[in-house]
C-alpha cells in the first residue's frame, strides 16, 4: 500500500457515455476561464491521467493476455465459464457481448474528459497542462485503434445532436502521431514523484516510437491485409531518433532487478519506467491481476504460498500456455523465470516477496503443477478441467504481479502499479528498427542493444546480430502479461499461429486475419448505429 493521488469524479459525457452520473449539473457548467496555476491545473487534469484504473486493472488485460499466446482460460465444471468471455478471448472466437472486450465506452469517456480539460485551460493556448491532456487523448486513441480498428478522431468536445462517425484506421493513426509531434517539445521532461504517472516527453516518445514500429499494421487497406513478410516502413529512423532521445537523457536504467519491478511496493524510485499507471489498493483500485492467476484455493489453505493467509477467494481460471511456458523457461539463469510457478509451488516471504526453498502444501501435500493443460472428456465447449485439484493443477501460473493480502483485502484490489512504457521497450524497439532497415546511431547496433537485455537478467548473451524471430522470443520473455503481446504477435505475423487452445483441432478457434482487431460491443452500436467490424456477425 502506497502513494497516491486523490481521485477526483468528473462527468465524462462522449454522447455513447456519461461518467458520474449523480452530478445534477450541466455538463457546460464549467469555468468560463479556468485558474492558470500548475496546482489548479493539476486538480483538471486528475481525473484523465487515472480513468482508466478499472479497465486497465482487469478488462482490458484480459482482452490483451488471453487473446495472446500468454494465457488461456479454464473452467472447473462450469466455474468461471461466465458466459464464454474468457474462452472467447483464447480461441479468438471473440464476441461483440463479451465483457473482455466491453470497455471501448470506458475509453471514450477519457478522451472526452480530457477535451473539457483542453477547451477549459484555453484550447491550443493553454501551455504545458494543455500538452499533457492532449498525450492522454493521444494514449486514449491509440487504445482504441489498435484494438478496434476504424474509430472516431475526437479532437473537439461532442454535442448532443453532432452524429459521429468513425474514420480509417490509417486516419486515426495520422491524427494519434501529428498529436504527438506537436506536444512532444511542449511536455515536461522532469522525471520525478511529481511527474509519475502522468504524460511526459518520455511517455509521448515511447508511445510514438510504439505507433511508428507498427506503422504498416495500422495503415494496411484492412486488417487482414497486413502481411508480416512484406513488412515496409519508412518511419524506422524516426523510431530510432524517439528511442536515442529517451536513451540520451539519462533518466531511466536498467539497474533495478526484474522481479522488483511488479512488486506491490513499486513505484516512481523504479529506473525502469517512463509511463505507468499507479494503484493503490483503497484510494486508486481496479488493479486485479493475481486473482485469476492464482491457483484456484489457495485461499482455503492454512496460508497462501504469498506467504500470509488470503482474506478473499482467488479465481485459478488463467493458465500459461505451454507454448508460452517453454519460452519463458528456455534461457539458463534468467532472473524473469522467478515469477513463473512451474511444477512444484514453493511459499514467497510476504516481506521481501521473494521465493523460499519450502514448497507449498495443501491439505498436507504438495502441490505440483503440470506445463500441459488436459481437458476432462467433452470438456472442449466450455475448456472444462474439472473441479477438482487435478483441474486446479492444470498449466503453470505466474507471480510476477505477487499479492499483498493487505491490499488484496480490499475488494481483491492490489497496489501493484502497472507499467505501460519501460525503458527495456526502447531499447528493443530501437534494436528491431535497425534490424528491419533503420540505420543505426550512436555506437549501438542490434546485438549490444538486445544483450543490455540480457544482462540485467543474468540470460546468456548472444555472439550475433539477432533475427527478428529472435527479438520477438526476447519481448515475449521481457514484457510477459504486461498487454504488448498481442501487439507484438501481429507485428511479427504470429497471431493467427496456433498456441493454447488457438489450434485447429478446437473446433471453436477462429483463424481469420479480422480477429486483429476486436468486433465493436454490441452497445456502442446501438448507440451509434454503426456497422459492426468486418468478419464478425451483424
Not at 491524427?175 to 506537436?182: G, K, N, P, R, Y
Not at 493480502?405 to 512504457?421: E, K, S, V
Request: charged share 20%.
Amino acid at each position: 500500500m502506497k502513494k497516491n493521488i486523490l481521485i477526483m469524479c468528473a462527468a465524462g459525457m462522449l454522447g455513447l457515455t456519461t461518467g458520474c452520473t449523480d452530478l445534477d449539473v450541466s455538463v457546460d457548467s464549467q469555468y468560463t476561464e479556468y485558474p492558470s496555476s500548475e496546482i489548479a491545473q493539476e486538480a483538471k487534469l486528475s481525473d484523465v491521467y487515472y480513468h482508466l484504473l478499472g479497465t486497465l486493472g482487469r478488462r482490458y488485460m484480459e482482452a490483451q493476455a488471453l487473446s495472446s499466446d500468454e494465457w488461456v482460460s479454464i473452467t472447473f465444471d462450469g466455474d468461471y465459464w461466465d458466459s464464454g468471455t474468457y474462452a472467447h478471448m483464447c480461441q479468438h472466437n471473440f464476441s461483440p457481448d463479451d465483457a473482455s472486450i466491453g470497455w471501448y465506452e470506458d475509453v471514450a469517456s477519457g478522451i472526452t474528459k480530457a477535451n473539457f480539460a483542453i477547451r477549459d485551460m484555453g484550447g491550443s493556448n493553454g501551455g504545458a497542462g494543455v500538452a499533457s491532456a492532449r498525450a492522454i487523448r493521444a494514449f486514449y486513441h491509440f487504445i482504441l485503434m489498435d484494438s478496434y480498428g476504424d474509430v472516431p478522431v475526437l479532437d473537439s468536445i461532442v454535442g448532443e445532436t453532432d452524429v459521429i462517425q468513425r474514420q480509417p484506421r490509417a486516419k486515426v493513426a495520422q491524427f494519434i502521431a501529428d498529436e504527438l509531434e506537436t506536444v512532444i517539445p511542449q511536455l515536461k521532461t522532469e522525471v520525478s514523484k511529481n511527474t509519475y504517472g502522468k504524460p511526459t516527453r518520455w511517455m509521448a516518445e515511447a508511445l510514438l516510437a510504439k505507433l511508428y514500429l507498427n506503422w504498416p499494421v495500422y495503415t494496411a487497406a484492412s486488417v487482414d491485409a497486413y502481411d508480416a513478410a512484406s513488412y515496409s516502413n519508412d518511419k524506422l529512423n524516426r523510431v530510432v531518433e524517439l528511442c536515442d532521445d529517451i536513451i540520451q537523457s539519462g533518466k531511466f536504467d536498467l539497474t533495478d532487478s526484474y522481479l522488483s519491478k511488479f512488486y506491490p511496493n513499486n513505484g516512481p524510485q523504479i529506473k525502469d519506467f517512463i509511463y505507468a499507471m499507479p494503484y493503490d489498493a483503497i484510494k486508486q483500485t481496479g488493479m486485479q491481476y493475481g486473482r485469476p492467476r492464482t491457483w484456484r484455493k489457495a485461499n482455503d489453505a492454512g496460508g497462501s504460498y504469498y506467504g500470509t493467509k488470503l482474506s478473499k477467494s482467488v479465481g485459478g481460471n488463467f493458465s500459461i500456455t505451454p507454448e508460452m511456458s517453454d519460452s519463458l523457461m528456455s534461457l539458463s539463469q534468467d532472473d524473469r523465470q522467478g515469477h513463473v510457478l512451474a511444477g512444484t509451488i514453493y511459499v514467497y516471504d510476504p516481506v521481501t516477496y521473494k521465493k523460499t526453498s519450502t514448497p507449498w502444501t495443501y491439505k498436507g501435500h504438495t502441490i505440483t503443477l503440470s506445463k500441459t493443460i488436459t481437458l476432462k472428456e467433452n470438456g472442449e465447449d466450455q475448456l472444462n478441467v474439472g473441479n477438482d485439484e487435478n483441474g486446479y493443477n492444470q498449466g503453470y501460473k505466474s507471480v510476477k504481479w505477487i499479492i499483498s493480502d493487505a491490499d488484496f483485502m480490499n475488494g481483491r484490489n492490489q497496489g501493484n502499479d502497472l507499467p505501460i512504457f519501460r525503458f527495456a521497450d526502447v531499447i528493443l524497439m530501437k534494436a528491431e528498427a535497425i534490424t528491419r532497415g533503420a540505420t543505426a546511431t550512436n555506437g549501438d547496433t542490434p546485438q549490444s542493444l538486445f544483450n543490455q537485455i540480457r544482462s540485467y537478467v543474468h540470460a546468456p548473451q548472444i555472439d550475433h546480430n539477432p533475427s527478428l524471430e529472435e527479438i520477438y522470443n526476447e519481448r515475449g520473455r521481457e514484457f510477459f502479461d504486461e498487454n504488448w503481446r498481442r501487439n507484438d504477435m501481429i507485428r511479427f505475423g504470429h497471431f493467427e499461429d496456433e498456441y493454447g487452445f488457438h489450434k485447429r483441432s478446437y473446433k471453436n478457434a477462429s483463424f481469420d486475419k479480422t480477429r486483429r482487431v476486436f468486433p465493436i460491443p454490441t452497445s456502442v452500436l446501438n448507440k451509434t448505429g454503426w456497422s459492426q467490424n468486418a468478419g464478425y456477425n451483424h
